[in-house]
């Protein structure tokens, strides 16, 4: 019995001294921001918030994120310490053969398999506050909630979002900041501005122990203009003004706060773009409709995640399927002016944690992304100026991890795991998170 109670004595210690080191966390992502890009020495650009953060904590030489390099996979692996195969988040698209689905994303936080940070912060009883986080729509343990959503890209998206949002807190946040609502969506400039704001705003009203945001333009301007333009450079810069701003006003009404600056993967310039679904159309392994410009019939096709594609079967347990899909991939990796760099099959994307949906994954050179024309040549110029989606192993695709606050001390972690983050994060934060495969780097 002494011992009993010797025993839950020491554990209520335990629980103690964690609530008593954990500090509230402001976790913003930098879509698209690569290490090298506030690294030492800089690439010539004049971002002195994120530098200050670098210089006052802890940071990754790099990030190894996973397959895909897209948006949507990464940011469900940083919020939940585990690969897709596990989280469900396999693309930033949800496959859609026949294009039913109107361009899809997978926006919906019911499509996490997984817990979340957001999940572990609620409960254990603290506030959790988002803004545009990707995979966030209808999470319910968000209390204030400003997901990212977008269905025709108008006027009509912003009465969306709202009715999406918690209810009554856009407009509470628009008179807290005296900024348009419509100005928060959107990948401009201007727009992370006002995200920035809002959270700046949300955290003086709210006070939340976790608060996640995800800030877009770079990646917008990465892809338009390329990785290293001046117009990409111009607007990391206009970021690193905004969340300079939000951390000095968040840190005003959250003294002991840790700021965590992420990012879901690099950039990689583009120069072609390689149309596999005008292949598997040329293979008869799907079928176009010039009249409603788009697939009516299919036994195979590639899933677009821009720097590689995953292919999916219709039938992935006939072996003759299987055969004539892989015979096809062959011939077209034979070809150097083709741009793949490899190709792998199911064991191998479960060795790199993809999805368990397709059969076969493509994985191009830097320099060419998957095209979207469904007929004609198979390599045509690049529609964009830069891309990611490649496989995690290309250096290029490497994202960023800074971590600064109260009790963190300076350190150079070295290249880290992707899904080493969520559970860092949990431990700062003070929950436990035993579900992440990763571990804690601090």
Same mark, same amino acid.
């Given at each position: 019995m002494?011992?009993?109670?010797?025993?839950?004595?020491?554990?209520?210690?335990l629980m103690a001294a964690s609530a008593a080191s954990a500090h509230p966390v402001l976790m913003i992502s930098i879509d698209g921001l690569r290490p090298a890009d506030i690294a030492a020495p800089p690439r010539g650009l004049k971002v002195p918030n994120l530098r200050a953060i670098l210089a006052a904590g802890a940071?990754?030489?790099g990030v190894r994120n996973v397959l895909p390099t897209v948006t949507y996979p990464n940011h469900?692996?940083? +919020?939940?310490?585990?690969?897709?195969?596990?989280?469900?988040?396999?693309?930033?698209?949800?496959?859609?053969?026949?294009? /039913?689905?109107?361009g899809g994303w997978y926006w919906y936080a019911s499509d996490i398999k997984v817990p979340t940070l957001w999940d572990a912060v609620h409960g254990a009883h603290g506030v959790v506050a988002s803004i545009s986080w990707p995979v966030s729509v209808g999470a319910a343990s968000i209390d204030y909630n400003i997901p990212e959503y977008w269905r025709v890209f108008n006027a009509e998206d912003v009465k969306l979002n709202a009715a999406l949002s918690t209810p009554g807190l856009i407009t509470e946040l628009s008179r807290a900041t005296s900024l348009d609502p419509a100005t928060a969506f959107g990948s401009e400039p201007q727009n992370d501005a006002t995200r920035a704001s809002f959270a700046a705003a949300l955290i003086s009203a709210y006070r939340p122990q976790l608060f996640t945001l995800h800030l877009v333009s770079l990646d917008h301007y990465e892809h338009k203009y390329g990785p290293g333009s001046p117009e990409a450079n111009a607007t990391l810069e206009k970021i690193d003004a905004a969340v300079g701003q939000l951390v000095a006003d968040a840190r005003k009404a959250e003294p002991d706060l840790v700021v965590v600056i992420v990012s879901d993967h690099g950039f990689a310039p583009v120069a072609h773009d390689v149309n596999l679904m005008s292949a598997f159309v040329a293979a008869g392994l799907a079928t176009y409709d010039p009249e409603k410009r788009k697939i009516a019939?299919?036994?195979?096709?590639?899933?677009?995640?821009?720097?590689?594609?995953?292919?999916?079967?219709a039938h992935p347990g006939d072996d003759g399927l299987n055969a004539r899909v892989a015979e096809l991939l062959k011939k077209l990796a034979a070809d150097p002016a083709n741009g793949i760099a490899a190709v792998i099959d199911r064991t191998a994307i479960a060795a790199q944690g993809g999805g368990t949906e397709p059969s076969f994954w493509i994985d191009f050179k830097p320099g060419y992304e998957t095209g979207g024309k469904f007929t004609g040549p198979l390599v045509t110029p690049g529609s964009n100026k830069g891309t990611h989606g490649y496989f995690p192993m290309h250096p290029e695709m490497r994202a960023t991890f800074? +971590?600064? /606050?109260? /009790? +963190?001390?300076?350190?150079?972690?070295?290249?880290?795991?992707?899904?080493d983050i969520a559970p860092t994060v949990a431990k700062v934060l003070g929950v436990p998170f035993p579900s992440a495969a990763g571990k804690p780097l601090l």
């Amino acid at each position: 019995m002494r011992s009993l109670r010797f025993l839950l004595s020491v554990l209520l210690l335990l629980m103690a001294a964690s609530a008593a080191s954990a500090h509230p966390v402001l976790m913003i992502s930098i879509d698209g921001l690569r290490p090298a890009d506030i690294a030492a020495p800089p690439r010539g650009l004049k971002v002195p918030n994120l530098r200050a953060i670098l210089a006052a904590g802890a940071s990754a030489s790099g990030v190894r994120n996973v397959l895909p390099t897209v948006t949507y996979p990464n940011h469900t692996t940083l +919020i939940t310490g585990v690969w897709p195969a596990q989280h469900g988040v396999t693309n930033n698209t949800v496959f859609d053969p026949l294009q /039913g689905n109107m361009g899809g994303w997978y926006w919906y936080a019911s499509d996490i398999k997984v817990p979340t940070l957001w999940d572990a912060v609620h409960g254990a009883h603290g506030v959790v506050a988002s803004i545009s986080w990707p995979v966030s729509v209808g999470a319910a343990s968000i209390d204030y909630n400003i997901p990212e959503y977008w269905r025709v890209f108008n006027a009509e998206d912003v009465k969306l979002n709202a009715a999406l949002s918690t209810p009554g807190l856009i407009t509470e946040l628009s008179r807290a900041t005296s900024l348009d609502p419509a100005t928060a969506f959107g990948s401009e400039p201007q727009n992370d501005a006002t995200r920035a704001s809002f959270a700046a705003a949300l955290i003086s009203a709210y006070r939340p122990q976790l608060f996640t945001l995800h800030l877009v333009s770079l990646d917008h301007y990465e892809h338009k203009y390329g990785p290293g333009s001046p117009e990409a450079n111009a607007t990391l810069e206009k970021i690193d003004a905004a969340v300079g701003q939000l951390v000095a006003d968040a840190r005003k009404a959250e003294p002991d706060l840790v700021v965590v600056i992420v990012s879901d993967h690099g950039f990689a310039p583009v120069a072609h773009d390689v149309n596999l679904m005008s292949a598997f159309v040329a293979a008869g392994l799907a079928t176009y409709d010039p009249e409603k410009r788009k697939i009516a019939v299919w036994d195979a096709e590639p899933w677009d995640s821009g720097g590689s594609a995953a292919v999916m079967l219709a039938h992935p347990g006939d072996d003759g399927l299987n055969a004539r899909v892989a015979e096809l991939l062959k011939k077209l990796a034979a070809d150097p002016a083709n741009g793949i760099a490899a190709v792998i099959d199911r064991t191998a994307i479960a060795a790199q944690g993809g999805g368990t949906e397709p059969s076969f994954w493509i994985d191009f050179k830097p320099g060419y992304e998957t095209g979207g024309k469904f007929t004609g040549p198979l390599v045509t110029p690049g529609s964009n100026k830069g891309t990611h989606g490649y496989f995690p192993m290309h250096p290029e695709m490497r994202a960023t991890f800074l +971590i600064a /606050g109260p /009790g +963190i001390r300076k350190k150079s972690l070295g290249e880290v795991d992707m899904r080493d983050i969520a559970p860092t994060v949990a431990k700062v934060l003070g929950v436990p998170f035993p579900s992440a495969a990763g571990k804690p780097l601090l």
